[in-house]
């Protein structure tokens, strides 16, 4: 069975913060990597994807992947309240166009 | 522009209604998704349409039933169904299939089955 693992939460970190979210994922055939953010009762936005061993940057967000050891990784830099939401990981194989989708981590980022 | 439109935004239907779910994208995309979505839960991937053929059909019942029109827009069909269908319904769409192409989720549509 295909796993993308996140803890689920909440994580809380203050203002100005740097929030790190985790994922682990247990198919070595995966090769792309999405980062997702969903506000309560909205759909998903896609943040980031990465494709590649090592950082990938856009804004105050960094995304980073370890194939060695199956984690990915985002980063929040300058966290805001407007962050607080649900993030989902999402993996795909290479032969494959199904997402496969952690259970989603809750940030809450307290004034 | 990385639109998805979906209509409509809020459905309630009855056991023996016949509705249908509509989806849009004008980004040239060749791949369109289904997904539905419990609350605290993930998106569960139901269909995907490439090049407006069905690829994949995670044995979704009968009572949902896909067509793809032409390549922007996507329809699920709906009847017959059980109050545990209840969900947010998911449209995305994709560039093409493959592991390089980012997925874009349309805004929903909450469905509630009475």
């Known amino acids: 069975q295909k796993e993308v693992e996140q803890n689920s939460g909440p994580l809380s970190v203050p203002e100005g913060a740097i929030a790190s979210l985790n994922c682990t994922y247990s198919?070595?055939?995966?090769?792309?990597f999405f980062w997702y953010r969903q506000y309560s009762g909205k759909s998903p936005e896609l943040i980031m994807s990465?494709?590649?061993?090592g950082d990938k940057e856009d804004g105050r967000f960094t995304a980073q992947l370890n194939k060695a050891s199956q984690y990915v990784s985002l980063l929040i830099r300058d966290s805001q309240p407007s962050d607080s939401a649900t993030y989902l990981c999402?993996?795909?194989?290479?032969?494959?166009?199904?997402?496969?989708f952690g259970t989603g981590t809750r940030l809450q980022v307290f004034p | 522009d990385t639109e998805v439109t979906q209509t409509p935004k809020h459905l309630v239907m009855g056991m023996t209604n016949k509705k249908s779910l509509k989806c849009e994208q004008h980004?040239?995309?060749?791949?369109m998704y289904w997904y539905k979505q419990k609350a605290k839960k993930p998106p569960e991937l139901m269909f995907v349409?490439?090049?407006?053929?069905?690829?994949i059909n995670e044995s979704v019942p009968s009572r949902f039933s896909p067509e793809c029109p032409n390549s922007s827009l996507l329809n699920l069909h709906l009847h017959a169904l059980q109050p545990e269908d209840s969900a947010l319904y998911l449209c995305?769409?994709?560039?093409?299939?493959?592991?390089?192409?980012?997925?874009?989720f349309g805004p929903g549509t909450r469905l509630t089955v009475t």
């Open positions: 999402a993996g795909r194989s290479y032969n494959t166009d199904k997402l496969i």
């Open positions: 995305a769409s994709s560039q093409g299939t493959g592991r390089a192409y980012e997925q874009y």
């Open positions: 980004m040239g995309h060749r791949a």
């Open positions: 198919d070595r055939g995966s090769q792309s």
């Open positions: 990465i494709y590649s061993n």
């Open positions: 349409y490439s090049y407006e053929k069905l690829s």
